[in-house]
Structures are given as C-alpha cells and as structure tokens.
C-alpha cells in the first residue's frame, strides 16, 4: 500500500538552512508535493515536483527527488521564524480516475531566534 | 481569485447529533475532496465528488457522507456523532480531481465533539 514517511521535529537556527525529509512507498507516484500549515490554518501549497525531475528551486525552496530511493527533501534557504510550521510531504499517482494525496504525518519545524 | 471557503470554521457538538459542513472551491474547479485531519491519525481522504458524483471514498464509516452541487459546492454530513470524530475537517479543490491536478486547501472546519 501507499505510505509517506517523515520524522517529526526538527528544530534550525534562524539564518539556516532546513532540510525537511521524506520516503514513500509507492513507485507509481507521479506528483510529489510540500504542504505548509501554520496553528490553526488549513494546508498550503508550497512547491511540487514531477517525478521526471531530480530538482525543482523556487525562491527559497528547494525540492530534490531521489526516484531510485524514493526519497524527497525540501530545503529552506535563509530559514526565517515565520517559517515555524508544519510540513507535510504528499504523493499522488495517475491511476485511473482520481487518486486522493497521501501524506505524511508532518514534520514540525521549529526555528529559533 | 479567491481561495477554498469553509463554513463553519468551528463547531461544538455532542454525542449522538449531526453535523453539516460546507466548502466552496475555487472558481472553476469541479473538484471538491474532503480530509480528516487529527492528532493521532493524521490528515487522511474521506471522499471526492467531481460533477455531483461521489468518484473516489476512503475508509470511513457511512456516519460519513457527503454531496455536491451543480455549482461545485460541497457538504459533508456526519450522523450520529462520537467523541473520535472531533477534528480538523479540511475541503480541497482542484480543476478535475486528476492524479496530476494540484489541490488546494481551505482554512479547515474544526469539529469539537462533547
């Protein structure tokens, strides 16, 4: 069956990188995404990548795919306290018809001043 | 353009009664999908109406229903509450609900259970 894993804590100084992990299972998966909840806030859509792709950069956020290790990161550049969340890494696959995202459980991130 | 609605953003319930949620996607999106979202479980799927046709359902109990209108709008229904359904309900829309369509989220509807 499908799963995402993803530790739970990790805790930067601001001005650091974050490196957020991830391993999934399926090797169908198609799209990779991040997700970013902050309290009491719904998901929000950070970046994605296709699994035909080794690395995506947008601004501050770099996502890199190991397909062979199924295994993903996301990397925050200049980690800043507004960037004190919950980070959730979701795999979807093209099957037929729709398939709902899997997550992760989330890896709270907590940036320190 | 404006993002997913959900109302409402709270709610306080008790054993044993009924609860509707509702969630406006994005304009033009056809596809509306509901999550669960709590401490211990995690966020995990609850079902996905695309053109008012339920195409996709996880792995709930049939207290957990749903419906979609002619204009995308969504309900879910849970029937005869228990204290485990308390949660964080979340609505995502997409164009066409596709495994290569991106989903987005509204700010969740948060279910207390007494």
């Known amino acids: 069956g499908e799963d995402v894993e993803q530790s739970l804590f990790l805790s930067v100084r601001e001005g650091d990188s974050s490196v957020i992990n991830c391993t999934y299972t399926?090797?169908?998966?198609?799209?990779l995404y991040w997700y970013k909840q902050e309290p009491g806030a719904g998901l929000q859509l950070l970046t994605y990548?296709?699994?035909?792709?080794d690395m995506k950069q947008d601004q501050r956020l770099t996502v890199l795919l190991n397909k062979k290790d199924k295994h993903l990161s996301l990397r925050i550049a200049d980690t800043q306290t507004g960037d004190s969340a919950i980070y959730f890494c979701?795999?979807?696959?093209?099957?037929?018809?729709?398939?709902?995202?899997?997550f992760g459980k989330g890896t709270r991130l907590s940036v320190i001043a | 353009k404006a993002g997913v609605t959900q109302t409402p953003r709270y709610l306080i319930k008790t054993r044993g009664q009924q609860v509707t949620l509702s969630c406006s996607p994005i304009?033009?999106?056809?596809?509306v999908s509901w999550y669960q979202q709590t401490p211990g479980q995690g966020l995990q799927f609850l079902f996905e109406?695309?053109?008012?046709?339920?195409?996709n359902k996880g792995n709930f109990p049939g207290r957990f229903s749903g419906r979609q209108f002619s204009n995308s709008r969504s309900e879910m229904n849970v029937s005869t509450l228990e204290l485990g359904d308390s949660a964080l309900y979340l609505c995502?829309?997409?164009?066409?609900?596709?495994?290569?369509?991106?989903?987005?989220f509204g700010p969740g509807t948060r279910l207390t259970v007494l």
């Open positions: 995502a829309s997409s164009l066409t609900g596709g495994g290569t369509d991106t989903q987005y």
């Open positions: 399926d090797s169908s998966s198609t799209y």
């Open positions: 990548i296709f699994s035909n792709m």
């Open positions: 979701a795999e979807s696959t093209v099957k037929s018809g729709n398939t709902p995202l899997v």
């Open positions: 304009s033009g999106h056809r596809s």
């Open positions: 109406y695309f053109s008012e046709t339920q195409r």
